[in-house]
């Protein structure tokens, strides 16, 4: 079955670059989330988009910003990245908002590394 | 979102039951109980869901008693390939628009053979 695709898996940046992180969600899924998870920490959740409106809003820096397109795919946009923006950067989907119990689906996670 | 607390690790061994618990004193009205696993650097994966009573699935049993201001996660007969994090959360879903997931402090989980 498909599942949600990241990319890129991994990716190494210096301090002040900007980075871009693409998520696929599942086919049919309109519901985006974004989860950062640094290392020895649990998932914090950044951003949600549903039918491509921005749904609700976590611990996001403004900094970051996300949108999802016409094809329900979402960017998450860095910029000004610091050291302590390395971390996990989780994308999951969902058929639907969480309305009665939707589970969520993860993807692999993209790998950032700020130098 | 309701706060959950969970034990921080446990151990068993291959072939036993394991049951984790998860308090959530603040549970509201409207409030679903997920508990996912986690393995090192992957997404966490949905393993159960429940609202009151018992649920089971291929996986996993969830007990929630009358209450419903704890919840027990009961893995049958555990592998070495179970050693993960587990998260229990507690939310009511977003009927209108998405609703985040909060995750707490989840409960390490280390198998031995």
Not at chain 1, 57 to 75: N, V
Not at chain 2, 20 to 26: A, D, G, L, Q, V
Not at chain 2, 48 to 54: A, D, L, N, P, R
Request: with cysteine.
């Amino acid at each position: 079955a498909a599942g949600v695709i990241q990319s890129p898996r991994h990716l190494i940046k210096e301090k002040r670059e900007t980075a871009t992180l693409k998520c696929y969600p599942i086919p049919r899924h309109d519901t985006v989330y974004w989860y950062q998870q640094g290392p020895g920490q649990d998932p914090q959740f950044l951003i949600s988009f549903y039918e491509k409106m921005q749904s609700d809003k976590g611990s996001i820096p403004d900094r970051f910003s996300a949108q999802q397109f016409s094809d329900y795919h979402s960017e998450l946009n860095m910029s000004s990245l610091e050291l302590g923006d390395s971390a996990l950067y989780f994308c999951a989907s969902s058929l639907g908002p969480l309305a009665g119990g939707n589970e969520q689906f993860f993807g692999p996670g993209t790998r950032l590394t700020v130098l | 979102l309701a706060k959950t607390t969970q034990p921080i690790s446990m151990d068993s061994y291959e072939g036993q039951e394991v049951n984790i618990t998860c308090s959530h004193n603040n549970i509201a009205t409207n409030d679903y109980i997920t508990w996912y696993q986690q393995f090192p650097s992957q997404g966490p994966r949905f393993i159960i869901q429940g609202y009151k009573t018992k649920v089971t699935n291929e996986v996993a049993s969830l007990f929630i008693p009358a209450d419903r201001k704890s919840s027990t996660l009961s893995l049958p007969r555990v592998s070495l390939s179970d050693t993960a994090v587990y998260y229990c959360l507690v939310g009511a879903p977003g009927y209108s628009s998405a609703s985040k997931i909060i995750f707490g402090s989840g409960t390490r989980l280390s198998i031995r053979p």
